[in-house]
């Protein structure tokens, strides 16, 4: 019976005459898209929810970011109070040498370019009696380009960051002088304050795009980051004109500015090397790690400053900013006897210091004056940071010595001002 009809069936579809099947077409057609009601229900719960969340979050986030706003303007800083300190009266109290008046360095951490160039400023005025205002920015812009040359040639093991040191800008004076501020400002377009954030951020990302796919071609990529110098900064001259001729940068730092590089030593006082001879100054701005500083025994490093500053020179300094006596409402920096009692000031707490990192290499400045006042030496500080333009005197700090002391780490002065001390040294000189 079933092989009977299943042979019937097989003879039923042969039946069906052929042309019936080749007529019957498939067809598609476009029909409303259906969505099923419950995954739609869901999804609406979902939404509904994640709406909750959101609100819940936002509502947090709001809290948050008030609660910053109410922490930053209660947030307080530790300093002294100098209610019973008799301090300078006003920069006009200091015997001082020339100098032009303080410029701000703003959102960069080019302090060490700002306070050699007023350094240099004030010796071209000493050695010519010129007073030509010199471009901070042209040292900037070539020192960007020497620390990319080293971080390539070193594969990427260097410091990216923008700070450096005095000798930094005598290095940058050999190689590619110097220009008036006229000429170089180093602002483009309207731009009227210096902030170098961006700048920076595209120099280090650059290099590390370098670095990360191993692409070493020194010439390509120093093309590449004085693209980006010249985009913030402007493009330096390679000439220009200067009472009436053209000179190149460099001849104008040598027969305009006459100054020698060359003429112009670096000074520490610290253990870790032996006294009157040459090392490295060791924290993270030394970043091509110069070796050619002078160490000092305490008093008479700090002998040079205060004899350098009586008898014409004024001095480049280095240290620590970050002191509960170093007030910028105030104009003012002292060590208060909390932090150490005077008499306890010496080569070895000032060492413990530099050791564990409590006194920094914060920021670079500018000796310009000294006051005698009730027995201290005071010295008039010329500041290009935000701190300094805080209190009456706008760009001016008034150093006490036992600040110079304990917590300034490097000075730089010509050489005419140590000759002196320099017999001490074995170096030829």
Not at 50 to 74: A, F
Not at 368 to 387: A, H, M, Q, T
């Amino acid at each position: 019976m079933i092989r009977v009809t299943r042979s019937l069936a097989v003879l039923c579809l042969i039946a069906v005459p052929s042309t019936a099947l080749w007529a019957q077409t498939d067809t598609v057609k476009y029909v409303p898209r259906y969505y099923d009601s419950i995954l739609e229900q869901m999804e609406d719960e979902e939404d509904s929810l994640k709406e909750v969340r959101d609100s819940i979050t936002e509502e947090i986030q709001d809290r948050q970011e008030d609660q910053e706003e109410i922490d930053k303007e209660n947030k307080r800083s530790l300093r002294f109070d100098f209610g019973h300190i008799a301090k300078p009266e006003s920069p006009e109290s200091f015997a001082s040498e020339f100098h032009f008046p303080p410029v701000a360095q703003y959102r960069t951490g080019t302090c060490w370019s700002f306070s050699a160039t007023s350094f240099f400023e004030s010796e071209v005025a000493r050695l010519t009696g010129r007073r030509i205002k010199l471009s901070e920015m042209h040292t900037v812009y070539y020192e960007w380009v020497e620390k990319a040359r080293y971080y390539i040639r070193e594969r990427g093991n260097s410091s990216l960051t923008q700070g450096s040191e005095t000798n930094a800008v005598m290095r940058m004076m050999k190689w590619y002088g110097m220009v008036p501020y006229d000429l170089y400002p180093g602002l483009v377009g309207d731009q009227q304050r210096y902030d170098h954030s961006t700048m920076s951020r595209e120099i280090r990302n650059y290099l590390g795009f370098v670095k990360e796919d191993d692409y070493w071609d020194e010439e390509q990529a120093l093309r590449q980051v004085m693209v980006i110098l010249n985009t913030y900064l402007g493009q330096p001259p390679e000439t220009f004109e200067f009472e009436g001729a053209t000179i190149t940068p460099i001849e104008f730092t040598e027969n305009i500015l006459k100054l020698n590089p060359d003429d112009y030593l670096c000074f520490m006082s610290t253990l870790a090397f032996p006294f009157y001879t040459q090392g490295p100054f060791e924290v993270h701005d030394n970043w091509w790690h110069d070796s050619s500083y002078y160490n000092l025994p305490l008093d008479e490093w700090y002998q040079v400053i205060r004899d350098a500053i009586r008898a014409g020179y004024t001095l480049t300094i280095g240290g620590d900013v970050s002191e509960p006596g170093h007030h910028g409402f105030e104009d003012a920096a002292i060590v208060p006897d909390f932090d150490i009692p005077q008499s306890y000031i010496n080569q070895h707490s000032r060492e413990y210091r530099f050791y564990n990192e409590s006194t920094g290499d914060d920021h670079g400045l500018h000796l310009v004056g000294y006051l005698e006042l009730n027995g201290r030496d005071w010295y008039l500080i010329k500041d290009s940071g935000r701190s300094g333009h805080w209190g009456e005197f706008k760009g001016y700090y008034f150093y006490r010595d036992d600040y110079i002391r304990l917590k300034t780490l490097t000075f730089t002065v010509h050489k005419d001002a140590v000759s002196d001390i320099l017999k001490k040294f074995d170096a030829d000189l």
